[in-house]
């Protein structure tokens, strides 16, 4: 089936360490996204890429980081550098023209 | 900057009511409005898109209308059902900034029997 994958699902972290967040898509999309959202909020655009290789800051970048390897392919990671990280996590992907398709995210929290 | 924005609200309809949901946008250069549809835990769905050369599109059961005079846009769910319930954004594109896609605030749709 064509879909967007996230893993894993729910995501434990330490304080201090850093955590990579996997997004794969295999619809042949060539722009990718993550979002965070807190409770009962929005989705802040953390980065986006259009094209293998290239990716741009979101509007709440500081302390994430990411990479754009292969075009099927989103990984996030959550950095030391992030000092509240505990949130859902959110990949997309779309044509480049609008509707996105959505990951059924990643929670992930501190403990 | 720029962002689309909601006052986020929980809007409570009768079950077979319709259902309005609205979105105030502030950047006039967006060339794609979405709107997505979330429930709890889960990820966003597409729900319907109209291009900012559009004041309406329609799908099945539900229509968006989009005023860029006063840069605003809305949700309209006919017959609402049950299976409604959920939190609905807003959204937009605009492919001068590099394809980047912004989202509102939500507004949370409850229907009740």
């Known amino acids: 089936d064509g879909g967007i994958t996230q893993s894993p699902k729910y995501l434990f972290r330490k304080e201090g360490q850093n955590v990579t967040l996997s997004c794969e898509q295999n619809l042949n999309h060539d722009a990718m996204y993550w979002y965070r959202q807190d409770p009962g909020q929005g989705l802040r655009l953390i980065y986006y890429?259009?094209?293998?290789?290239?990716?741009q800051k979101g509007d709440i970048a500081e302390g994430y980081s990411v990479s754009r390897e292969k075009k099927e392919s989103f990984p996030l990671t959550v950095t030391s550098a992030q000092k509240n990280p505990t949130a859902f996590y959110l990949c997309a992907s779309s044509i480049g023209t609008g509707e996105a398709f959505f990951g059924q995210g990643t929670r992930l929290t501190v403990v | 900057g720029e962002s689309v924005g909601l006052h986020l609200p929980t809007l409570s309809v009768q079950e077979g009511d319709n259902s309005i949901i609205n979105c105030a946008y502030s950047n006039s250069a967006s060339d794609y409005f979405i709107w997505y549809k979330q429930e709890s835990g889960k990820g966003p769905q597409f729900i319907i898109d109209i291009r900012s050369n559009m004041d309406k599109r329609q799908g099945q059961r539900v229509t968006v209308l989009l005023n860029k005079t006063v840069k605003h846009l809305s949700l309209q769910i006919a017959a609402t059902q049950p299976g409604d319930s959920a939190v609905y954004f807003c959204a937009e594109w605009y492919g001068n900034a590099g394809n980047m896609l912004t989202f509102g605030g939500g507004t949370r749709l409850m229907v009740k029997p």
């Open positions: 890429s259009q094209i293998v290789n290239d990716f």
